[in-house]
């Protein structure tokens, strides 16, 4: 049991080193605004020609990023970023980056927000089809925090119309920060996605249940043991 949570502590630490890591800073002020690390994972549906067709593509290298710590878009305060990147599978006949749109929100209620987001793919040795994808408004999204707090989760979704999925998993996100320093500082207090808390309730309460379940065997074994010992006490005399 020790040695698995062991193993499950590396396997989380090696791949959280793996994760890409991005973030944009206020020219005027040279203050961070965004911060956003995390491995990306497209899950794409193509629904083409009666049959749909589904199709899982990891990220490979960025190509570029941009960022806006003022943007306004209906009236409101927005931050945008933007990445262009090559997915895995691309070769040099398909050779069109692919280009990742976040747009994060502000309110009342939350320091930030994912508020939108776009997806747009190109043809890869991998995907044989390309196409737009544009956020799901129905796809409950919870990439938010409160106060300076930040966004941790194991495996971010962002949904996308038609069944695809942008997955970002060890991800940790802020906006609308005002950091002086491109990354979490150590003491950044995170707040964790709702699927992390709800595992981290249920993973007690099963190494709870298995100890129980240990501790009853050994007592009926107890038991048993010392029954038949009677018996053959009673038997030997
Ligand atoms: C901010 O500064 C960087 C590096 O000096 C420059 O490449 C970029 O264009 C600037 N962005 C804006 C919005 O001025
Ligand atoms: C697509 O589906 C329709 C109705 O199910 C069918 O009539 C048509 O032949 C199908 N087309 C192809 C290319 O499979
Ligand atoms: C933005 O605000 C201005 C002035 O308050 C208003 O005239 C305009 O209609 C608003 N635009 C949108 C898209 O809400
Ligand atoms: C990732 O990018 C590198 C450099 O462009 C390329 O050599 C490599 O083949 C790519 N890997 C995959 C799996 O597409
Ligand atoms: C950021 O930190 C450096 C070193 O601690 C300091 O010199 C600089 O003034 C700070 N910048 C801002 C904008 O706070």
């Not at 960025?62 to 931050?79: A, I, K, L, W, Y």
Request: glycine share 6%.
């Amino acid at each position: 049991m020790l040695k698995s949570f062991v193993i499950l502590f590396a396997f989380l630490a090696s791949a959280s080193a793996t994760a890409s890591h991005y973030y944009v800073t206020n020219n005027n002020t040279g203050l961070t605004c965004i911060i956003l690390d995390g491995d990306f994972q497209f899950n794409l549906v193509f629904n083409e020609k009666n049959t749909t067709e589904k199709f899982t593509v990891t990220f490979n290298e960025t190509v570029s990023v941009e960022g806006d710590c003022n943007g306004v878009r209906n009236n409101q305060s927005v931050q945008t970023l933007n990445i262009k990147f090559n997915p895995e599978g691309q070769s040099a006949r398909y050779a069109k980056e692919w280009e990742l749109d976040i747009v994060f929100g502000s309110s009342s209620n939350v320091a930030f927000e994912i508020i939108d987001y776009t997806l747009t793919t190109q043809r890869t040795d991998l995907v044989p089809y390309f196409g737009k994808f544009v956020r799901d408004a129905n796809a409950a999204g919870d990439v938010t925090a409160t106060q300076t707090n930040a966004y941790k989760c194991s495996t971010a979704k962002l949904g996308l119309v038609g069944g695809s999925t942008i997955d970002i998993k060890t991800s940790n996100v802020i906006a609308f920060a005002q950091m002086n320093g491109t990354v979490f500082p150590t003491d950044q207090v995170y707040e964790v996605c709702y699927l992390d808390a709800r595992t981290n309730e249920v993973v007690p309460i099963v190494v709870g249940a298995c100890l129980a379940a240990l501790v009853v065997v050994v007592l009926v074994g107890y038991l048993i043991g010392r029954a038949r010992a009677k018996r053959q006490g009673y038997a030997s005399v």
